[in-house]
């Protein structure tokens, strides 16, 4: 089987039902069957994720759990930010190879390192079929012997993306029990890197990593698809900022482009005074900010900067009697307010029939709210169950800006 058969092949029948394939394989002795329906399979999971990998159908794809782990092709174009064209990188947890490939771009070098040779094999194969010449791959497990013999500054920059799961198979989020374990490789890997970009879980709670990682200079938290996708440290060598004065970026991404950026302090957020609304003056707007924001923890400052009012201190929404320009989050236009009582939930299905629901800092979950209301689901209206500063509790129905 060449690899133009196998490519041909993958284009021909990438709409098939691969356990058709699989089934008749027969039919084609000259392909590698489970080459081709691995590849299949990849493809469908690249169109979205990895738009230019998936433009290219001579690439290889190894076992499932690599792609659905590798970072998506936007969260890997912006860790292009991070890198400068003298830059010798280190890629310490390859995988798929999606953020070699990126960091490669701007970079001088890229040293690859994988522990399975399958994924050594098939990356090194698709950074061919894809142009990459700056790229070299090392099979090769990142352990302290293994960053031993490594001289001093090698590198300018090393990336990891420590294994987050653990040995049987279920999902960690404390950098300790991921592989490999950053906490107790650090100082060996800043003997080898002055800097250090790591990719976190997106569950990882910020305070923890900075207390881990003193060398921390910069967190990026990268959001997409109404969902938080990375955090990234950038931990620098003899970095002394203290923790309150480190700089975070909140990310909101979209078809590898940032559309909003919101930068700020845990200083700033810890001095932040945010007004709450008092249940009358929830009028005209209601904003959410992005999922990079709230995983940061920047609750108070958004109400402060764009001139908001929270609905109450412990509900992360805000209100605004106007429009409010290049907010990073959603913003919908607030049809009425009305009082959580038993006479608005028996009127409100013949209001409101189709609409989605959702509950915060309420004492009843969604869905049972959705029981109550009798509701079916919308993509346009919205009521958000919420208490607001006085503690009364309120469904605020709202529609999209435009």
């Known amino acids: ?112 390192f994988e522990r399975s040779e399958e994924l050594c094999a098939c990356a090194r194969h698709n950074f061919v079929a894809l142009g990459r010449d700056n790229i070299t791959v090392h099979c090769a497990e990142t352990t302290p012997e293994m960053l031993s013999r490594i001289p001093s500054d090698t590198y300018s920059l090393i990336y990891l993306d420590p294994a987050r799961r653990g040995r049987d198979g279920g999902r960690v989020y404390s950098l300790r029990d991921c592989e490999p374990d950053i906490t107790a490789l ?66 909101e991404l979209s078809s590898g482009e940032d559309v909003a950026e919101f930068h700020f302090t845990l200083r700033e957020e810890n001095e932040a005074a945010a007004d709450l609304a008092a249940p009358s003056e929830i009028t005209g707007y209601l904003l959410e900010p992005s999922p990079a924001i709230l995983k940061s923890g920047a609750f108070k400052l958004p109400a402060v900067r764009f001139g908001l ?38 009127d409100f299905r013949k209001k409101y029939p189709a609409c989605s629901v959702t509950a915060r800092n309420f004492p009843i979950t969604s869905e049972e709210l959705r029981r109550r209301l009798g509701t079916s689901e919308s993509d346009t209206l919205r009521v958000l169950a919420t208490t607001a500063s006085d503690g009364s509790r309120l469904l605020i129905v709202s529609t999209p800006s435009i």
């Open 1 to 112: 089987m060449t690899d133009q058969e196998l490519k041909e092949f993958i284009l021909r029948h990438e709409t098939d039902s691969t356990a058709e394939l699989m089934l008749h394989r027969e039919r084609w002795p000259s392909i590698d069957m489970q080459v081709a329906v691995r590849c299949i399979q990849g493809r469908a999971k690249a169109r979205n994720k990895l738009p230019v990998w998936y433009a290219e159908p001579g690439l290889l794809y190894p076992q499932s759990l690599s792609l659905e782990q590798c970072s998506s092709q936007a969260t890997a174009l912006y860790k292009q930010r991070f890198v400068l064209s003298v830059d010798r990188v280190a890629d310490l947890t390859g995988g798929l190879g999606v953020d070699s490939w990126s960091l490669s771009q701007p970079a001088a070098s890229v040293d690859y």
């Open 186 to 251: 650090r100082p060996e890997l800043l003997r080898i890197a002055p800097r250090i970009l790591l990719k976190a879980s997106p569950m990882a709670d910020i305070r923890v990593l900075l207390s881990e990682l003193p060398e921390t200079a910069e967190i990026h938290i990268l959001s997409s698809e109404n969902e938080c996708k990375e955090v990234l440290v950038l931990m620098l060598r003899g970095n002394a900022i203290s923790a309150g004065n480190i700089p975070i970026t909140a990310v």
């Open 309 to 346: 009012r929270k609905i109450s201190a412990s509900t992360h929404f805000y209100t605004a009697p106007v429009p409010v320009g290049h907010f990073p989050g959603k913003i919908r236009r607030i049809i009425e307010v009305l009082p959580f009582h038993k006479a608005t939930i028996r």
